[in-house]
């Protein structure tokens, strides 16, 4: 089982069938659900399929998402981590697709890990998302991963400054899911000459 990682406020504990009710509800807000993938709310039978998506991350490889608790509280606000995508290659807008070999037969896709969050309303505009994906930034690059990325809605502002922030840079744009993102990455050299 994975261990939880603690930050300054936070810990970043793996999920468990017992957080499905409130995964279910957080994808399921419209409010959140707007810059998430195709922009509208998820049926509970979806957050499900990428809750048993997670857990067998956890399991191949230790990646997936783990949910951001308060320590103040003990309160369980949201998700970050880090997921498998495969991003085209050799395309002017490359598309992006969900989870390892998910690129359909002929298309050239390189896998890279995909640093994301999703936070009740609430925590919002209070540093969590940026302290929750600064620590999984580093733990992707402690993996010895050599570029991380997010895929961000390009009307997202907040969670572009959040990447902006982390030390990822604009990179292009992507599609996924029929809708286009914007695309933040950052390597293992931009990583390592970040201020301490």
């Known amino acids: 089982m994975l261990a939880p990682i603690e930050t300054t406020r936070l810990w970043l504990r793996p999920l468990t069938l017992a957080d499905l009710p409130f995964l279910v509800?957080?994808?399921?807000?419209?409010?959140?659900?707007?810059?998430?993938?195709?922009?509208?709310?998820?049926?509970?039978?979806?957050?499900?399929?990428?809750f048993d998506k997670t857990m067998a991350w956890y399991e191949q490889d230790g990646t997936g998402h783990r949910g951001v608790v308060l320590k103040d509280g003990d309160r369980l606000v949201g998700r970050c981590g880090l997921q498998c995508m495969e991003v085209e290659l050799d395309a002017a807008r490359p598309r992006a697709f969900f989870g390892r070999a998910s690129a359909p037969p002929g298309v050239r896709a390189e896998p890279i890990l995909e640093l994301g969050y999703g936070l009740v309303p609430e925590a919002w505009g209070k540093g969590i998302a940026s302290?929750?994906?600064?620590?999984?930034?580093?733990?992707?690059?402690?993996?010895?991963?050599?570029?991380?990325?997010?895929?961000?809605?390009?009307?997202?502002?907040?969670?572009?400054?959040?990447?902006?922030?982390?030390?990822l840079s604009l990179a292009g744009e992507l599609e996924f899911l029929g809708r286009v993102f914007l695309r933040y990455e950052i390597t293992r050299e931009e990583w390592q000459a970040l201020p301490a």
């Open 25 to 50: 509800a957080l994808n399921a807000d419209p409010v959140v659900a707007r810059h998430l993938a195709t922009g509208k709310p998820r049926t509970e039978a979806e957050t499900r399929q990428w």
């Open 131 to 167: 302290e929750a994906s600064r620590r999984m930034r580093d733990e992707g690059f402690a993996r010895g991963e050599a570029k991380l990325m997010s895929v961000i809605h390009a009307d997202n502002a907040a969670s572009i400054r959040v990447a902006v922030k982390n030390g």
